[in-house]
C-alpha cells in the first residue's frame, strides 16, 4: 500500500522557518518523483516544489524561490522542504503527492496520484 505522511508544520511568525517531512512507503522510491504542493484557505492547490528522478530538473513556485529549498533521503524513503523567510502568504496545508511529473517550468500531478494528508503551515503577521 503507497503511503505519504506529512509531517512538520505549525505556527510560525513572519520570518521565521520550518522544515516540512515526507515520509514514503509502498512503492520503489528511487523511480517516483514526490512533489509538494500547498491549499491555501479560498484558493486552489498549487505546485510548490519538486526534484524530477527522471533527469533532475527541479521546479520552485515564483512565489517560493530563494526561500524553500527540496530534498531528498533515497536511503530513508523522505523528502523535505525547507522553508525560511515564511511569509503569511505561505500559510496553508502542504501536501506530498507521487508519482508527479517535475520540469524545471511546470510540476504537473494527475487524478490516480498518491496524496498525503497534509500537514498545516500557519504564518502569523
Known amino acids: 500500500e503507497v503511503q505519504l505522511v506529512e509531517s512538520g508544520g505549525g505556527l510560525v511568525q513572519t520570518g521565521g522557518s520550518l522544515k516540512l517531512s515526507c515520509a514514503a512507503s509502498?512503492?520503489?522510491?528511487?523511480?517516483?518523483?514526490i512533489g509538494w504542493f500547498r491549499q491555501a484557505p479560498g484558493k486552489e492547490r498549487e505546485g510548490v516544489a519538486c526534484?524530477?528522478?527522471?533527469?533532475?530538473?527541479?521546479y520552485y513556485a515564483d512565489s517560493v524561490k530563494g526561500r524553500f529549498t527540496f530534498s531528498r533521503d533515497n536511503r530513508q524513503n523522505m523528502v523535505y522542504l525547507q522553508m525560511d523567510r515564511l511569509e503569511p502568504e505561505d500559510t496553508g496545508i502542504y501536501y506530498c503527492?507521487?508519482?508527479?511529473?517535475?520540469?524545471?517550468?511546470?510540476?504537473?500531478?494527475?487524478?490516480?496520484?498518491?496524496w498525503g494528508e497534509g500537514t498545516l503551515v500557519t504564518v502569523s503577521s
Open positions: 503527492a507521487a508519482p508527479i511529473e517535475c520540469w524545471s517550468t511546470r510540476i504537473n500531478y494527475y487524478p490516480l496520484d498518491y
Open positions: 509502498g512503492f520503489n522510491f528511487d523511480d517516483w518523483t
Open positions: 526534484i524530477s528522478v527522471s533527469d533532475g530538473s527541479t
